[in-house]
């Protein structure tokens, strides 16, 4: 059974984004009070796995602990602020 990865497709605003087209190693929704943290990497094999889309779903679309309600009153939700790819990781034959 595969595993999956995140990738970043683009900042979902439109703005240059400098992880476009990495995979997300990790992200803590919760750092920088709220605002969140990834790291990203241009190896598959070093990025951060889900056991099926629907995990890495919910990872994305996870709302922060600390500051759960944005200014405008919707929920705070990180890592939405990327636009993604869920993808399964290959395995090396």
């Given at each position: 059974?595969?595993?999956?990865?995140?990738?970043?497709?683009?900042?979902?605003?439109?703005?240059?984004?400098?992880?476009a087209g990495m995979y997300l190693r990790s992200f803590d929704h919760d750092a920088i009070g709220g605002i969140g943290h990834g790291v990203?990497?241009?190896?598959?094999?070093?990025?951060?796995?889900?056991?099926?889309?629907?995990?890495?779903?919910?990872?994305?679309?996870?709302?922060?602990?600390?500051?759960?309600?944005?200014?405008?009153?919707?929920?705070?939700?990180?890592?939405?602020?990327?636009?993604?790819?869920?993808?399964?990781?290959?395995?090396?034959?």
């Amino acid at each position: 059974m595969p595993k999956y990865v995140i990738t970043a497709l683009g900042f979902a605003n439109g703005t240059h984004c400098p992880h476009a087209g990495m995979y997300l190693r990790s992200f803590d929704h919760d750092a920088i009070g709220g605002i969140g943290h990834g790291v990203f990497t241009r190896h598959a094999n070093r990025a951060q796995t889900f056991k099926d889309q629907r995990e890495a779903l919910a990872f994305w679309h996870r709302q922060s602990k600390v500051r759960p309600w944005r200014a405008d009153g919707k929920p705070n939700k990180p890592l939405t602020a990327l636009t993604v790819s869920i993808e399964p990781l290959e395995e090396p034959a």
